[in-house]
T-cell receptor, first 114, second 114 residues
Framework: EAEVAQSPRYKITEKSQAVAFWCDPI?????LYWYRQILGQGPELLVQ????????DSQLPKDRFSAERLKGVDSTLKIQPAELGDSAMYLC????????????FGQGTRLTVV | AQSVTQPDIHITVSEGASLELRCNYS??????LFWYVQSPGQGLQLLLK??????LVQGIKGFEAEFKRSQSSFNLRKPSVHWSDAAEYFC????????????FGTGTKLQVIP
C-alpha cells in the first residue's frame, strides 16, 4: 500500500541551529501539506502546495521557516534558526487534489529543540 | 469566524461500552466533514467523511458519524469500544466552496478501561 514517507522520524537540535524535514508523498498526489502539531493540540496547517506552487502559507513563520516542492513531487521544510517553541510533531500529508479528497498522512517527524 | 470545536478533551469508557465523540462547526454553508484517528507517535488515519447525501456515514473500524445540519454537528459513534480504539480523535472541516483549507479540531483523547 502506498504511503507518505517522512524523514527523519525523530530530530533533536539545539536552538539557533538549522533543521530540515523531508517528505515524499504518494505517487500522483498533486496536493501536499505540511502541518505542525503541538502536543495536545490538533494539526495546524503551515503550508499547502498544489503541484510545485504554494497555495497557502499564511501560517508559516516566514522569518525562519521555508518550504519547497521544486519538481512538484517531494518536499522539504526547513527551520533556521530553530527556537525552543518549535518543538512539535511535523506532519506531511498528500491528497489527489485539494479539499474534498482524502488526505493521507505520514508518520511525522518529532522535533525537540534544546 | 469559521471554527470547529471538539468540546471533550478526554473521554474514558469501559471496553464494550458505546462511544460518542462530539464535533461542532461554525461555517456559513455546510462544509465537508471528516473524522481522523491518531495513535501515539503516529500520523492521522481517516475514519470517515461526509460530503452530501445520507446523513449517517459508515467508516472503518466499526465507526459511524451522523451529520445534523440543525445542530451544526458531526458526532462520531461506535456501539462497542475495543481496547485498541484508545487513541486521539480529530474532527476536520473543509469549506465547500472557494479555497479549500482543512481545519482540525483540538482533538478528543479516548481512554479505554477493561
Amino acid at each position: 500500500e502506498a504511503e507518505v514517507a517522512q524523514s527523519p522520524r525523530y530530530k533533536i537540535t539545539e536552538k539557533s541551529q538549522a533543521v530540515a524535514f523531508w517528505c515524499d508523498p504518494i505517487s500522483g498526489h498533486a496536493t501536499l501539506y505540511w502541518y505542525r502539531q503541538i502536543l495536545g493540540q490538533g494539526p495546524e496547517l503551515l503550508v499547502q502546495f498544489q503541484d510545485e506552487s504554494v497555495v497557502d502559507d499564511s501560517q508559516l513563520p516566514k522569518d525562519r521557516f521555508s518550504a519547497e516542492r521544486l519538481k512538484g513531487v517531494d518536499s522539504t521544510l526547513k527551520i533556521q534558526p530553530a527556537e525552543l517553541g518549535d518543538s512539535a510533531m511535523y506532519l506531511c500529508a498528500s491528497s489527489l487534489d485539494q479539499g474534498r479528497t482524502e488526505a493521507f498522512f505520514g508518520q511525522g517527524t518529532r522535533l525537540t529543540v534544546v | 469566524a469559521q471554527s470547529v470545536t471538539q468540546p471533550d478533551i478526554h473521554i474514558t469508557v469501559s471496553e464494550g461500552a458505546s462511544l460518542e465523540l462530539r464535533c461542532n462547526y461554525s461555517y456559513g454553508a455546510t462544509p465537508y466533514l471528516f473524522w481522523y484517528v491518531q495513535s501515539p507517535g503516529q500520523g492521522l488515519q481517516l475514519l470517515l467523511k461526509y460530503f452530501s447525501g445520507d446523513t449517517l456515514v459508515q467508516g472503518i473500524k466499526g465507526f459511524e458519524a451522523e451529520f445534523k445540519r440543525s445542530q451544526s454537528s458531526f458526532n462520531l459513534r461506535k456501539p462497542s469500544v475495543h481496547w485498541s480504539d484508545a487513541a486521539e480523535y480529530f474532527c476536520a472541516v473543509v469549506p465547500s466552496g472557494g479555497y479549500q483549507k482543512v481545519t482540525f479540531g483540538t482533538g478528543t483523547k479516548l481512554q479505554v478501561i477493561p
